[in-house]
């Protein structure tokens, strides 16, 4: 399915260049094609459909795909809708394209069209598995760069078996396989629950599901659930799903400890008081072969914050870009829709998706888009608010606990920067520890680190949104070329 150019559209210039191939991404790149832009759309993946809609290996011969997912009636019809796109010349599909950054071009030579506006935007991406340089221009971007798991350290996560919960369910859709024969499913958020009944339904015993919120915390915003009742219904079927498998379900618990050598062979699970912290008297253990932990999710927001993007504080912490209700950014020319503007789920990804095409062809939006928009991100408000961390869970994060898994730096290290050495921030830790300098550059351990410096985290401003090779930096054009 993959197109044969770099970009499209007169000029070698395509109006639309759509990074992300997602639920958000992929609606937004076929609903503009429908509208009439020329499309490129850039994606790291191999396949359409991204993380939610992730893909079992070919080699795998698996004979219903769809039974992994929900909703994947809404995937197929779009991914049909992409094939004709490609096929008709309207979209050119870029996969296994990082883009790295994205940067404003103010050469005139694509406006064939005679309108006095410049190409606007030059996008860099690393393609295929020989890193080659590829680079497409294009008069607008849309962003669906999605997000990534957020991780709370706990003494032992970094044992054997101890894996991300949407790592997990990445590893059953993809590679039909299991973290584990049995296996705790903790932190925190409704992924939680669909996690736990995917394994379970694939053969692994799931003891329990560990969930450091309590879902009376949804009560206050009643408004919200009852806009939602599709949402209500899904929650009643992941847990009538754990009632019938006899999955425990213990709200205001975590993981306070793995233990094992090898592997892990065990967690301690402790309640929780309203701040997080663990209460005393309360540990138990738990056994299994592995643990699947996640605190819901970060938006990925390289791309959108190396543009200047403006940034606000969503309600469960994580930094999230300033929309307008065109799913415009800050910045002119660049849209963005999904996941960048606040933790939602795939449906609320993809009415996103349609809603910023058409504000990108320069088309008003649908009101039935635009309402069914405003009820998901209702629900989305009550979510990140329900599932929000509390403070108190540095509590469980004793001193020779690991932080930092690429440098090897633990809790104490860092406390000590900030009691003894004065740092006050993330950033003034990192440079007196190393922490968040390693691989991940402060993905997996970022929110930890700044909790203990006793701030909320920062945006990310990451010149570059993934690893470049020297050569494609050297062979870059002079600014202003």
């Keep these: 399915m993959p197109g044969t150019g770099v970009a499209s559209g007169p000029g070698g210039v395509c109006g639309l260049a759509v990074v992300g191939a997602g639920p958000a991404g992929l609606a937004a790149a076929v609903t503009a094609a429908g509208l009439g832009l020329r499309v490129t759309l850039l994606d790291a993946g191999e396949r359409p459909g991204g993380q939610y809609y992730r893909h079992p290996a070919p080699g795998l011969g698996a004979a219903r795909p769809e ?9 197929a019809r779009r991914e ?6 490609v096929s008709a010349g ?10 790295w950054t994205v940067v404003p071009d103010g050469d005139d030579a694509g406006d064939s069209d005679g309108d006095g506006v410049g190409v606007g935007w030059r996008l860099h991406a690393v393609a295929g598995p020989e890193e080659a340089a590829a680079t497409v221009r294009a008069r607008a971007v849309l962003l669906a760069t999605g997000a990534h798991e957020r991780h709370l350290p706990f003494p032992g996560w970094t044992l054997p078996g101890v894996v991300g919960a949407g790592g997990a369910q990445a590893m059953l859709k993809s590679g039909l396989v299991l973290p584990g024969r049995r296996t705790v499913v903790a932190g925190s958020g409704p992924l939680l629950l669909a996690v736990a009944g995917s394994l379970a339904a694939a053969g692994a015993t799931v003891p329990a599901v560990v969930e450091a919120a309590h879902y009376t915390a949804y009560a206050g915003r009643l408004p919200a659930l009852l806009r939602n009742p599709g949402k209500l219904a899904e929650g009643a079927t992941y847990g009538g799903a754990l009632l019938r498998r006899h999955i425990r379900l213990l709200t205001r618990h975590a993981v306070t400890e793995a233990h094992g050598t090898d592997r892990v062979e065990a967690v301690t699970v402790a309640r929780l008081g309203r701040d997080w912290r663990p209460l005393p008297g309360t540990a138990r253990r738990i056994p299994c072969d592995s643990l699947a932990v996640g605190h819901g999710l970060v938006p990925q927001l390289e791309l959108a914050t190396g543009l200047g993007c403006a940034t606000r504080r969503d309600r469960d912490a994580t930094v999230v870009l300033e929309l307008d209700a065109g799913q415009r950014t800050s910045v002119p020319g660049i849209w963005s829709a999904g996941e960048t503007g606040g ?4 449906r609320l990804a993809l009415t996103e998706g349609e809603i910023a095409a058409h504000s990108a062809a320069g088309r008003p939006a649908p009101a039935a888009l635009l309402r069914r928009r405003a009820r998901l991100r209702a629900f989305a408000g009550a979510m990140s608010a329900a599932h929000r961390p509390g403070e108190g869970w540095t509590g469980w994060l004793p001193d020779g606990a690991v932080v930092c898994r690429c440098e090897e730096v ?21 440079l007196l520890t190393r922490a968040g300098m390693g691989w991940c550059q402060g993905r997996m351990c970022g929110p930890a680190v700044a909790a203990l410096a006793g701030e909320e985290p920062a945006p990310d401003r990451r010149p570059l949104s993934c690893p470049v090779p020297l050569r494609h930096l050297a062979g870059l054009p002079p600014a202003g070329d």
Excluded: Q
């Design 343 to 346: 933790i939602g789920g795939a």
């Design 67 to 75: 039974a992994l997912h929900h909703d994947w009636a809404a995937f």
């Design 80 to 85: 049909a809708a992409l094939r004709a796109h």
């Design 90 to 99: 309207r979209i050119t599909y870029l996969p296994g394209h990082h883009v």
């Design 410 to 430: 633990p809790a104490g290290r860092i406390r000590e920067a900030v009691e003894g050495l004065g740092a006050r921030d993330a950033r003034t830790v990192k």
